[in-house]
Structure formats: C-alpha cells, structure tokens
C-alpha cells in the first residue's frame, strides 16, 4: 500500500510518548465522577462502590482524576492541616501467590499515607484490668494484624474521606470462591473501622460479588462505567469528540486524516477509550518508525478479530449482568468497517 507523506516528524520517543501521556476527561468519565462525588459523603450506608466496566474503557483513568480532583479540591484544608489526605489511590496487588496478598495491600496503603514502613508495627490492644496500651505477646515485625490496624489508624489520622482500589478484580481472581465473602467481609470492615468509602474499580469480574451475601449486597452500590456503544448518536458523537481530541494531539504526525477513519476505530476498539488510546499509540510508534504516516500503519496497530472477539465476549456478558435486557449486538451480525475506507461517521 502506498504511504501518504506528512510533515517531516520528531524523534519516535517524544510523539508517541506524548500520546501515550495524553489523558481524555471524556464524557462517560464526567458522569462518573458526578454520580460518585453524590455518593461520596460521610456516614454513607454504601460502604463499597464498585465501578464495573469493560477491558480499555479508561477506567483508570477515571479513578486517577477522582483522586486528583479531591485533592485540588482539598488544598485550602491540606494547607490548614498538613496531616490532612482526603482521597488515595492504589493498584490492587496482583503478587502471584495462591491467595490475594493483604500484606501487600497494606503495605500499599502504608505508602501512599506517608507512613515509614521501616519502622515496625504492632498491634496495640488495651490490657482490661489496668487500662494500659499492651502490645500482644509474640507480636515481632510487622505482622498482617500490626499492618491492619497500623492501616486503620492512618486511614483515621489523615481524614481519608474515600480509598480508590484500582484492578480490583485482583481480590477476585486471586481468591477462591468459598472465601470471597470474607475478603469482601474485610474490606467492608475497614470502611466501618475508619470512615473511609472504598471505592473499587475493575472489570466486570467484579460484579459476580454481588451475588456473595444480602447484606453484601445491600451495602454496596454498583456504577456501570459504559463503553461508547455505536447504537446510540450521542455516544458516536462522544467518541468522534475523543478521536479529535487524540488528533490535536500529534497534529503533524496525523495531518487531519484520522477522522475519515473514526468508524473503523470505533469497530475496532468497541467504543473503549483506552483501547483507542493503546491501538493510536501503536500506530504513532509504527508510522515514525516508517518515516511518515500511512494508512497501513494504523492497520497494522489495531486489534486482531481474535483479540476484539474475545474483549466483545467479556463486554456482552457484563453488560448483560448489569444490565439486563441490554440489546445485545452478537459480534457475528456487526458490520466490520476496514480501515482506509471512507467513514460515513
């Protein structure tokens, strides 16, 4: 296929890089974090919210803007109490062992609250006939129980108003299925102990905790963070905007001709803003190491029918979990729109 030549362009790091950076406060993300902020406030009975969506939906993106914006939102009471963390964000630890670490997890937490991990915890308990602060006998290091309530004192100490867990699907994966509900159990316990919503964010491998207990269930609210499906125009019109936006990004590496290609994109990466964000970067990388920017660059970077097949399967089924009654569109009857082809999008 013959290349389309653009402007001459910058070293392969500095453009690709610049797009991989490049962060997109979408609409479905807006909507997100609006209904949060509602749900979010002390002395909630929904100690858990769980924010479900599909593989590349920006998820992560989301829960980092989340804590961002409480922090920005915070300085006047930061700067008046230096002590004062309204909002922190970890990645779930996915460790490799048998069962979900939750020394890991503490430890995690630990970090992000500023507190020296050198220096060894200890779960203090009250001894009942004196009234004084003993320390269990045995204790030595820091054990998982030290590391607990070193968590909850810190949580309480630093005012955390929320406690965003991203990939949390890792608890899931990493447990078996006769023991969900006590890591779920524990994880609820920590919100009671400290005041702190824990806000959990993963794929839809998270919902199936739903279905562990009534109580469970009761106390947690589920937020369905969507694709941009292409059935609805004003989620068209979304990812358009989204295409535009990552266009502006790399103006003389695109030269405006990623727009005529916005209907197979959206094919392509099923309306998930983070796997459009992954394919554009390939195709950046790929382009510059050609020269100049082609057609075939882009093809190259888009998902196999392997790897779209099987992402469509996973976000079909949660849609369908979440959502019931939501038009399914089988992957067998979409229309396939090949990239180079003008888009009537």
């Known amino acids: 296929m013959q ?3 653009s402007a001459s362009l910058s070293p392969v790091s500095t453009t690709a890089s610049m797009l991989h950076c490049k962060r997109i406060k979408h609409p479905r993300i807006a909507d997100v974090m609006s209904e949060l902020g509602t749900l979010i406030y002390p002395t909630s009975q929904d100690s858990i919210l769980l924010v479900c969506g599909p593989t590349g939906a920006g998820k992560t993106t989301l829960a980092t803007y989340m804590v961002e914006t409480a922090l920005e939102e915070a300085v006047t009471e930061m700067e008046n109490n230096a ?3 309204p909002a922190i964000f970890i990645e779930a630890p996915a460790s490799g062992e048998n069962d979900f670490s939750w020394r890991l997890f503490y430890q995690r937490i630990l970090a992000q609250l500023g507190d020296n991990l050198d220096v060894p915890k200890a779960a203090y308990g009250i001894d009942m006939h004196s009234g004084r602060v003993i320390r269990p006998r045995g204790a030595s290091g820091n054990s998982l129980a030290a590391l607990r309530t070193a968590v909850e004192r810190a949580l309480r100490e630093r005012q955390v108003q929320f406690l965003v867990i991203d ?45 562990l207990s009534g109580q469970l269930a009761r106390r947690t609210h589920v937020l369905h963070f969507e694709r941009y499906r292409q059935d609805r125009p004003e989620d068209v019109r979304a990812f358009l905007a989204c295409i535009q936006a990552f266009e502006k990004t790399l103006p003389d590496l ?22 459009l964000s992954s394919v554009l970067t390939r195709a950046a990388r790929l382009a510059e190491a050609d020269g100049s920017w082609s057609v075939e660059a882009l093809q190259r970077a888009l998902l196999t029918e392997a790897q779209r097949d099987r992402i469509l399967t996973e976000i079909l089924d949660g849609e369908e979990a979440i959502n019931p009654g939501l038009t399914r569109i089988m992957h067998n009857s979409q229309r396939k729109v090949p990239v180079g082809k003008r888009s009537a999008a």
């Open 254 to 275: 695109w030269g405006g001709q990623l727009m005529c290609h916005a209907e197979a994109l959206h094919e392509n990466t099923l309306g998930c803003i983070g796997t």
């Open 83 to 85: 002590g004062t963390i």
């Open 3 to 5: 290349k389309q030549n």
């Open 167 to 211: 990939e949390a699907a890792h608890i899931i994966r990493q447990t078996r299925r006769n023991k969900l509900e006590i890591q779920l159990d524990t994880l609820k316990s920590l919100a009671n102990q400290c005041g702190t919503q824990i806000v959990l964010v993963g794929s839809y491998d998270l919902y199936q905790l739903m279905s």
